[in-house]
């Protein structure tokens, strides 16, 4: 499910308010700018390298990784991915200097245009518990919060 959206694909470039964010998936040479983006978002814990993460999720079918793009230059992304009952997404990011344009929203809706078109009937997604100030912004798109409680477990140690 490749993605290349132009600026008339859903965003408001045309009504002169927004800069043309444009929308392609994300390749292997994306990755310095990708891992720069998510380190600048706030989004890069030790346990979780980045260039990792991103060669992972290019490598399976059931993911990807959306990118938004101002005159080339990555701003924005979102994770997509499925294992054959939820779509789940991750790394949700919008350049600090560009947060604000509703780049963010067109990445979420992106994410759940491919999930849907991979038949998922739901999309789940975690917030840390450090980031609860993004929870609002969640809720704007209407995602609501969920009762149950997460756990989890690593089946493969992460690299220190
Ligand atoms: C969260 C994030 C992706 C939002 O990106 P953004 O481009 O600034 O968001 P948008 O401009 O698309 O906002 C979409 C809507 O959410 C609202 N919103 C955005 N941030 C909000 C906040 N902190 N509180 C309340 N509402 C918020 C906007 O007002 C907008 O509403 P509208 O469409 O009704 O006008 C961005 O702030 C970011 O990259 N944060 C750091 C990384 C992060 O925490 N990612 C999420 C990990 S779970």
């Given at each position: 499910m490749g993605l290349a959206h132009g600026p008339a694909d859903g965003n408001r470039a045309e009504d002169g308010v927004n800069a043309p964010l444009l929308l392609r998936d994300c390749v292997p040479e994306d990755s310095d700018a990708v891992a720069a983006l998510w380190t600048a978002c706030g989004l890069?814990?030790?346990?979780?390298?980045p260039f990792a993460d991103i060669a992972l999720a290019l490598s399976k079918p059931n993911a990807t990784i959306l990118l938004g793009t101002l005159d080339g230059r990555i701003v924005a992304s979102a994770m997509a991915g499925q294992e054959g009952h939820r779509g789940w997404i991750y790394y949700v990011a919008v350049d600090p200097a560009q947060q604000g344009h509703g780049y963010g929203r067109r990445m979420v809706e992106a994410a759940e245009a491919w999930l849907r078109e991979a038949g998922m009937p739901k999309v789940q997604l975690l917030v840390r518990e450090t980031n609860q100030r993004v929870l609002a912004f969640y809720e704007t798109l209407g995602y609501a919060r969920s009762p149950a409680t997460m756990m989890q477990k690593w089946l493969t140690k992460p690299s220190p």
């Open positions: 890069v814990v030790p346990w979780n390298d």
